[in-house]
Every structure is written in C-alpha cells, then in structure tokens.
C-alpha cells in the first residue's frame, strides 16, 4: 500500500530538495499543489527567538492584511446601550452582555474575534479560562478591548489578524486561500512579516527570525529565505 496519495506524493517530489527559497516561489510552490477540493488556506509559520513565558519577550499584535483572509470571521461584542447599537450596525454578529457571557459559559462560541467596551471587562473576565486559550480574549494591545467598536468590528471583518507568539515562540496565521493570486498572497506574506517584525519586544536578544515557513491546509510546507522576506 502506497504511504502517500497521488495528490500528497506529487506535491512532496515539488517541493523536495526546495529550502530557503523567495517568497514569490515559496507561493508558487504552495498554490501550485493547493489542489484539495476545497479552497485550501494559506497559512504561514515564523519561529522567533523568544520565550513568551517572559513578559518582556511576548509577541503580540494585529496586521490588516492587504488583500484580507477570505475568511468569513464572526464577530462577538460585549456592549450596552448605545455602543451594543453601533457594534449591530458595524455588522457584528453576535452582541450581547450578561447573557452572552452565560451562553459562553455553557460552552457556545460561535465567533472568531471577540471585542469588548473597557466598562464590559469585569463581566468578560469571568470567562478568561474559556476565552484565553482559544486566543479570544478581548484586549487593548491588540484593540479589542475600546469604546469604538465600529472600527474594531469593521477591522476584524476586513481581514484584520492577530498574532500572538505560543510557548515554542512560534507565531502562526492563516493569511490567504489558495484561489488569490499568487500576487495578493505575497502582499500578505510581506505585511505579516513586517508586523511580526515591528512587534520584536525588547526583551529579544540575539537572531530574532529564526525560520519562517510557508504551507496550505493539504499540502507541505516551504521555508522562505528570512532576508528575501523581511528585505534585509
């Protein structure tokens, strides 16, 4: 029996031997053998020379992708009143207070981004063991915890993404499907680098990308030459 599909094996003999390759062939290479049935994301992988469990080293921030995600991302507000009324209007998808809490707390999420008005975090912070390890948490680093909802939906609906560095150091994101050209994906490879890359906390010492990757939901991955992609 055969270890791998057809599909699989021919993309693994596309991609043999390539290392440290551009971004333009790193995407033609990933697009190229994105042939799953579906619309497979491009997702992208940097390891960083840091340890998150040190304040000073946490990477962490947004990037509003150039050509966005293609994604369809549902919004959840936390809002009374009159900011609940501009977080509606704004598109997001689910609003609510107290009541959303309990309905998250019964273990329905159905959202991607959570945003939060500051005067909401005493009832949010109830639900940090359930929100925080799925990355959900609101928080005004990454502007999800602020009066103007209106932008924070529409960002977040726009293609907005957050970036949050996990205990090995690695940050990762989906940023593009496989049905963009290959000219918006490295639109969107380069404005992720450039975030992450902007987001180095002072608390990094020595090389701060230490490899950078990229793949499709199906498909291997491809690392890129760290030089070509942050334009050093």
Not at 34 to 62: C, N, W, Y
Not at 78 to 93: H, I, L, S, V, Y
Not at 143 to 166: C, L, N, R, S
Not at 192 to 219: C, E, H, N, W
Request: net charge positive; hydrophobic share 40%.
């Amino acid at each position: 029996m055969a270890k791998y599909g057809k599909r699989t094996t021919a993309a693994r003999a596309a991609f043999a031997g390539k290392e440290n390759v551009t971004v333009a062939e790193a995407v033609s290479l990933v697009k190229d053998n994105a042939k799953a049935k579906f619309d497979e994301t491009i997702e992208i992988s940097l390891v960083l020379g840091v340890d998150p469990r040190h304040a000073d080293q946490m990477v962490r921030g947004t990037v509003s992708l150039p050509n966005g995600t293609g994604k369809t991302v549902r919004v959840a507000v936390f809002a009374r009143g009159e900011k609940a009324d501009e977080a509606k209007a704004a598109g997001a998808d689910i609003v609510g207070a107290e009541d959303l809490m309990e309905t998250v707390q019964g273990g329905t999420i159905d959202f991607d981004r959570c945003i939060a008005t500051p005067d909401m975090m005493g009832v949010v912070g109830r639900l940090g063991k359930v929100l925080g390890p799925r990355n959900l948490m609101p928080n005004p680093r990454v502007g999800t915890v602020t009066m103007d909802v209106k932008q924070a939906v529409e960002d977040a609906k726009g293609g907005q993404v957050q970036f949050k560095a996990e205990k090995a150091g690695v940050v990762h994101a989906g940023i593009g499907k496989a049905s963009f050209s290959a000219e918006q994906i490295e639109q969107n490879v380069l404005a992720f680098v450039d975030a992450v890359q902007k987001a180095r906390p002072t608390g990094a010492k020595g090389t701060y990308m230490k490899k950078i990757a990229l793949t499709s939901t199906m498909g291997p991955g491809v690392s890129l030459d760290i030089a070509n992609a942050t334009g050093n």
